[in-house]
């Protein structure tokens, strides 16, 4: 999963009392954040009315989003509204409109933007800042501290794990169906806290294609009048907006879609040609078509010889054993003719009879070979002792006729890396690099780093549930025995068992620490609470909220990462 860091810049607009007593909403400066100072005039006009037009329909935080295109300049902005509610000192309704807006510098992928700027206002507690400090000027340092720049995770599929599906459907529904009306419309949603409402329909939202997004401009629990086309509501009475049958299928099709071709998807959202239904719904049938087989080599004609494949080098050792075979039949060759040669009489006439041994051995009676058949006989010898190793090399190589597959290249590569080298005297030693500690690794929340771990190391997510699970009682194990061997066999998961595998490793781990007697079944609300807090004390966890799914998921995460770090795994 890739990571870029983008700089943020803020827009805050308060009601506030001037210095002649008037009191009423303006933007308050915010120095070197403030987005004046490098955000183009047409794009903060724009959030300007949107600060000025949003406010809480309730008692909670109310949030609009809004995806700009910039003219003339590479990428775009995407800009997170949040208005907290605030009484003033007359007891008269005055919220505090923050805007953060995000400087997308790099078009080069789909940025899953707003889940970023999403979590971030979620650690925002406005009640907490105003009650505890100076005011503005308060807010102003916090924001100049930690909020210059944000890491921005790439565009996955993680996010719908804790969608519903009846929510997915109803936002992919009114985006699309509304692509061409501007006219705005207020979309009731299912009971439920603002920020939870603002997760979901964001993580739904920036699913949809570029040109979509920036036409389907929301908000969550704001009063009617806010600056936007969509405004879902969590408290509203109002009917569900009618669509065609057609829409509702294609919004059933594109949410399975995005669950099994992820990587289709991210082409689909980076399609600049797509900015109404009728293109979208072209292009994602176009999408669907499964890829095609890949293609076999065609065969040579048999009237023309293949080209001959690259030979192999020989080992050092055979080319050592072949060279001295060669000498030793040098040096064999090299005795006999001496031994031959010391045989003949010094001034013997080479066609007289030779005489008779005295020790008893008969001599030969006459010199079987003359000078020049030695010769020949030695120039043969050599001649053959040459042959011989050439054609043992001859041998040892790979048929010229046919070329080494890609099998054998790839096997041949492989035994060479994995062959031991010896490092020449005074060069440094290779030292092995470290690996990332598994509560270090990438990722803006812990759900997103325990994502990272599935994501691109199977064998160490392996190693991590053997770990958690041994010593279970079998039935344990067996309720999740057949996602354990996908584990092993490093297939990819599917987001259901994402999110079923993070919850029985949690629950594992908090009977394991805690010797807690529960049903283990997935679920965190099965784990009593106090022995979630008992592991949160022992592993010294961050996350302690546990209000929304999202939560859960960073809580469980967490623990599993932190106690993967301390076992070294």
């Known amino acids: 999963m890739s990571f870029h860091t983008f700089n943020i810049r803020h827009r805050l607009y308060a009601y506030t009392v001037n210095d002649a007593g008037e009191s009423g909403g303006q933007t308050v400066p915010l120095g070197e954040v403030d987005g004046a100072s490098n955000v183009p005039p047409h794009i903060l006009a724009a959030v300007d009315l949107l600060l000025a037009s949003i406010a809480p329909s309730g008692k909670t935080a109310a949030y609009a989003v809004k995806r700009f295109g ?3 300049e590479r990428g775009s902005f995407v800009c997170l509204v949040a208005s907290h509610p605030y009484v003033d000192s007359w007891k008269r309704p005055a919220p505090l409109n923050h805007a953060r807006i995000l400087c997308i510098d790099s078009d080069d992928r789909p940025w899953l933007d707003v889940h970023a700027l999403v979590e971030l206002a979620a650690g925002f507690d406005a009640d907490r800042v105003l009650a505890n400090s100076g005011g503005l000027d308060d807010i102003r340092d916090r924001l100049l501290d930690v909020e210059t720049s944000l890491d921005v995770a790439e565009w996955s599929e993680v996010p719908f794990e804790d969608v519903e599906t009846a ?11 509304r692509v061409s009306n501007g006219e705005p ?15 979901g329909v964001a993580a739904v939202w920036s699913s949809l294609p570029m040109a979509i997004q920036r036409a389907s401009e929301f908000s969550i629990d704001a ?8 405004l879902f509501t969590t408290a509203g009475s109002e009917p569900q907006p009618k669509v ?14 995005l669950h099994e071709r992820p990587d289709d998807a991210r082409a689909l959202i980076m399609n600049p040609d797509i900015s109404d239904a009728t293109t979208l719904r072209s292009e994602f049938d176009r999408a669907r078509v499964p890829r095609p087989m890949q293609r076999e080599e065609p065969t040579m004609p048999k009237n023309r010889r293949p080209a001959e494949g690259p030979r192999r080098e020989l080992d050092p050792a055979v080319t050592g054993y072949i060279n001295e075979q060669v000498a030793a039949a040098q040096d064999s060759l090299r005795e006999y003719v001496k031994k031959w040669v010391g045989a003949v009489p010094q001034g013997a006439d080479r066609g007289s009879a030779a005489p008779h041994d005295p020790g008893g051995v008969l001599a030969p009676s006459r010199f079987p070979r003359r000078w020049s058949e030695i010769a020949a006989a030695t120039g043969a010898g050599a001649i053959g002792g040459v042959l011989a190793a050439l054609l043992t090399i001859f041998m040892m190589r790979p048929p010229a006729s046919v070329p080494a597959s890609r099998a054998d290249r790839a096997e041949i590569a492989a035994t060479q890396t994995l062959a031991p080298t010896t490092r020449q005297e005074g060069a440094p030693a290779v030292q092995p690099q470290p690996r990332t500690a598994a509560d270090s690794l990438a990722g803006a929340t812990w759900a997103d780093r325990f994502q990272t771990l599935i994501d691109t190391d199977p064998k160490r997510l392996a190693s991590v549930v053997d770990a958690i699970a041994a010593n ?6 067996t309720r999740f025995g057949k996602l354990r061997a996908q584990i092993e066999s490093g297939k990819p998961l599917a987001n259901a068992d994402r999110k079923f595998l993070r919850g029985i490793l949690y629950q594992m781990l908090v009977q394991k620490i805690g010797g807690s007697d529960f049903k283990i079944d997935g679920k965190f609300k099965s784990v009593p609470a106090t022995a979630v807090k008992f592991v949160t004390e022992d592993l010294n966890l961050e996350s302690t909220k546990s209000d929304t799914d999202r939560d859960i998921a960073n809580i469980e995460a967490e623990a599993i990462l932190r106690w993967a770090a301390l076992k070294g795994l």
């Open 167 to 177: 929510l997915a459907k109803a936002v992919i529904e009114i985006c699309v169906s």
């Open 70 to 72: 910039s003219p003339g």
């Open 472 to 477: 279970f009682a079998p039935d344990a194990k």
């Open 223 to 230: 009063r009617p009048g806010t600056r936007v086309k969509i």
């Open 185 to 199: 419309i207020t979309v009731p949603l299912p009971p439920q806290s603002s920020l939870e409402a603002l997760r």
């Open 244 to 257: 065609t049958q057609q829409t509702r299928e294609f919004a059933a099709s594109y949410i399975q879609w």
